[in-house]
């Protein structure tokens, strides 16, 4: 089984806003693409958003000053060179969905904007890796001097077979709210001091199948994370059209995503297979029609994990 390390896991937890630059350099269209190179000479950047009168209506990139610089054009305006309506992220999304849009070519920036569609912030791949050494760093400091124990919990209870059952409720379309269970879950585990590496595991599995619910189901669905004390059992049902080819649907890259999904960046058809990767066993039962049942195994080896 490969790991999955603290890091892939955060790009699920963090929200673009907790990583994003701040403080953005912005142009306005009337400039010349001469004095665009000193702008970006002069801050050390390799991109800006252009605004017209406070409004997101480009964005350039020191890509298109060298082609402008070898087609003799130093002369033009930004407007005629930019990148019009460009694509921009939600400083609320998961940086998972920023790491999915730079996997396609051309992108080496992205505007980020509010739910008003104001710009806050720009977001790049160095940004991404900065943002996430910094929460490891953070996060080391903090287990230093802080480490909440609830290992016990199963040691406490006599029984024959002792379980902790947590049940969420997932809303269709509900894209606010997108995450929230995988995250509850996480947290829990991570009070009862399951190893981190499962942690992390759970993390990933529960996240991706929340938002094949969110995305697919008409009318929503549930999650149930079952804990023992050697195994964590995920149970999915929802109800939407169901898979007509289980098989293909697991193939990396196979998406049945729409259009408006894929417009959000949703829709990269690796949901079932990240799934698939961060469990021991899985069961995946989807009658065209009937809506979908998965249940997904992951077994504990307390002694020596981390």
Known sequence: MPGITRAQELVYELKIEDVMTREVITVPPQISMTELREILREHRISGVPVLENGVLV????????????????????????????????????????????????GFGRFPVVDNGKNLIGILTR?????????????????????????????????????????????????????GEASSNIKLVLTRLEIPRQHVRRVAIATYEAEMNIVLHADEGGEIVA?????????????????????????????????????????????????????????????PPGTGTFLEAVIYLNREGEK
């Open 58 to 105: 480009g964005i350039i990139s020191i890509e298109d000053l060298i082609k402008a610089l070898a087609a003799g054009e130093m002369g033009a305006t930004v407007e005629k060179k930019m990148t019009r309506d460009p694509v921009f992220l939600y400083a609320d999304e998961p940086v998972v969905m920023a790491v999915n849009r730079f996997r396609r070519p």
């Open 126 to 178: 160095g940004d991404i890796i900065e943002g996430l050494l910094k929460k490891l760093e953070v996060e080391y400091h903090e287990e230093e001097i802080r480490h909440y124990r609830a290992s016990h919990i199963f040691e406490d209870i006599v029984s024959d077979c002792t379980s902790l059952i947590l049940r969420y409720n997932i809303v269709a379309r509900d894209l606010e709210h997108a």
């Open 226 to 286: 079952e804990v023992q004390p050697r195994q964590i059992v995920i149970r999915v049902t929802d109800t939407g059209p169901g898979i007509a080819d289980i098989e293909q649907a697991m193939q990396p890259g196979f998406s049945t995503a729409s259009r408006w999904m894929r417009e959000l960046g949703f829709g990269a058809g690796m949901g079932l297979s990240n799934i698939q990767s961060c469990v021991d066993e899985m069961r995946l039962e989807s």
